[in-house]
């Protein structure tokens, strides 16, 4: 005779075997031995019971997309608390899985993780029932204060965890590190899967952003390190590229953070100096190859965002000195014309681009001795204007306006 | 380390003494050392530092599978203990043999069944 006992029996089976079929799906084939404990399969029995039956049984008979999709439809604010808790470390131990070989799949993981906590936070009244049962009533207020863990930020301890991870990494640059760099960035995310409010997106914001910037200022320290000891010794021009180049590195292990970008900026203009006041434009010119998709990267934040005015003198002034190495006439005025963009009033940008237009002018109108076409006079003067506009004190300005009113005096005009 | 909730198949809701009872027959039934002393390395764990407790409970999956009862009923034992079969069980019955279309005579004396 078949009971209720032998269809549990058979449910907690079937729900082992659509478990193991999940995380191979989320883990590239990986089997959940080892990586989860037997009663994770109560996340596909808590699915049943959450109205994911029928994409349950879709996976039983093989097919775990509709079930995976389910899971992961937004907002996760809308489901049980208790799918939630397994959601959480359901995705955790699938972040760990991968995050030593598939450091960007891991991120992914880890934030569906913190989604998972954010939204059983913001419930409240699991968690809450959850430490009440687990501590017992407490005798004093302040013993409370020290174990409790307010529901809103139990999230908070992945956060932290993530922020431990990738401390740990910033010497060896780990793919672990990055997975926990990736996840603590993707924090919008994060509060839009869950369903947070606002405040909560706020709140967890800052401090994946706190634990982020810990990190990452922990691996730039290591480059830190090494150009102060060079320039102790007076070799930061001949070997500060060599030490930079790591920083190339910590940028992309951080996933393109801007802070790597403000501080190599800021780092590559006291070597950038040393090495254009000696003249060594090819030195310079080695010095900047590297890093230029830093720079595209920086004026491309600060385009968007003029609010990031802090670092766009900084961003700018790369900008010169790529126009002052480059050979190419129209790439120099294209950098420098980049330069007066980011900063619009950088000093050396609006020169450089000044001078470079005043040179664009002279070979207009030298090129017009005997017969004045009109459209390249008016060309010549639009130039001269947005040099003089630019930069009045330049230089070159006086020769360019003699030349283009000898110009504007020729007998023949077409 | 392991969760420890996890490995021993503890409920964090039940409460302290629950775990120490549930751990103490852990440890009375294993015989490798090593595993007793992991076994008093999660008592101690989860109940001496209320925090770490709560932390392992956050972090441990919750039970949400279907209870399990006991197995089916046991098969009734035979009551004839178990021996070959003798010649008498093996032939086949008159109403078999006739079943099986063989002419039916009346038994004689010297039928060999009638023997066994």
């Known amino acids: 005779m078949w009971r209720a006992e032998d269809e549990a029996l058979l449910e907690r089976l079937e729900d082992e075997l659509v478990l193991e079929r999940l995380f191979a799906h989320h883990t590239g084939g990986r089997r959940t031995e080892g990586l989860l ?23 039983l008979a093989g097919d775990v997309v509709p079930l995976v999709r389910w899971l992961d439809e937004p907002p996760l604010s809308a489901r049980p608390a208790e799918l939630l808790h397994h959601l959480a470390l359901y995705h955790a131990a699938g972040a760990r899985a991968l995050e030593d070989v598939a450091p960007d799949a891991a991120a992914n993981a880890w934030t569906r993780a913190m989604a998972a906590w954010l939204a059983l936070g913001a419930e409240r009244t699991y968690l809450a029932a959850l430490e009440q049962a687990v501590l017992g009533p407490r005798t004093t207020a302040r013993a409370d204060k020290d174990l409790r863990i307010p529901p809103e930020r139990v999230v908070f301890e992945l956060v932290s965890d993530l922020g431990k991870r990738a401390l740990a990494s910033a010497r060896d640059l780990a793919p672990r590190g990055r997975a926990a760099l990736l996840g603590l960035g993707w924090v919008d995310q994060v509060a839009q899967l869950a369903g947070a409010s606002p405040a909560e997106a706020r709140g967890l914001h800052l401090e994946a952003d706190r634990r982020r910037t810990a990190a990452i200022d922990a691996a730039l320290a290591l480059v830190g390190d090494a150009l102060e000891e060079a320039n102790t010794r007076g070799a930061l021009a001949t070997e500060g590229r060599a ?172 | 380390m392991e969760n420890p909730f996890e490995r021993y198949d503890l409920d964090p809701r ?12 852990l440890a009375e039934d294993a015989t490798d050392p090593a595993e007793r002393e992991r076994i008093r390395a999660a008592w101690e764990e989860l109940t001496v530092h209320p925090a770490r407790r709560l932390r392992a409970a956050l972090f441990a999956f919750p039970e949400t599978r279907p209870p399990l009862a006991g197995p089916p009923p046991a098969v009734r034992a035979r009551s004839v203990e178990s021996r070959p079969p003798s010649l008498y069980e093996m032939a086949a019955r008159p109403s078999v043999r006739a079943a099986l279309g063989r002419v039916e005579a009346p038994l004689a004396a010297s039928d060999p069944l009638d023997d066994i």
């Open chain 1, 37 to 59: 404990p037997a009663r994770a399969a109560g996340l596909v029995a808590s699915a049943r019971r959450a109205g994911g039956a029928a994409h349950v049984a879709t996976a």
């Open chain 2, 14 to 25: 039940e409460g302290i003494q629950a775990i120490t009872e549930r751990l103490r027959e």
């Open chain 1, 243 to 414: 030490i930079l180049e790591r920083a190339v590195v910590v940028w992309g292990w951080s996933g393109h953070d801007e802070a790597v970008e403000q501080w190599v900026t800021d780092q590559l203009g006291t070597i950038g100096w040393e090495l254009h006041r000696a003249r060594s434009w090819d030195a310079l010119r080695r010095l900047l190859e590297p890093f230029r998709p830093m720079f595209e990267s920086l004026a491309a934040r600060i385009e968007r965002d003029p609010t990031k005015i802090a670092f766009s003198s900084h961003c700018a002034q790369m900008f010169v000195f790529l126009s002052d190495v480059e050979g190419d006439h129209d790439t120099r005025r294209a950098y420098a014309e980049r330069a007066v963009r980011v900063c619009p009033t950088h000093r050396n940008g609006r020169l450089v681009l000044a001078s470079l237009l005043c040179d664009d002018a002279l070979a207009k109108l030298r090129s017009m001795t005997l017969v004045v076409r009109r459209d390249e006079l008016a060309q010549a003067e639009a130039l001269v204007a947005r040099a003089e506009k630019l930069y009045p004190q330049l230089r070159e300005l006086p020769e360019v306006k003699s030349t283009l009113e000898r110009v504007r005096k020729a007998p023949l005009s077409i």
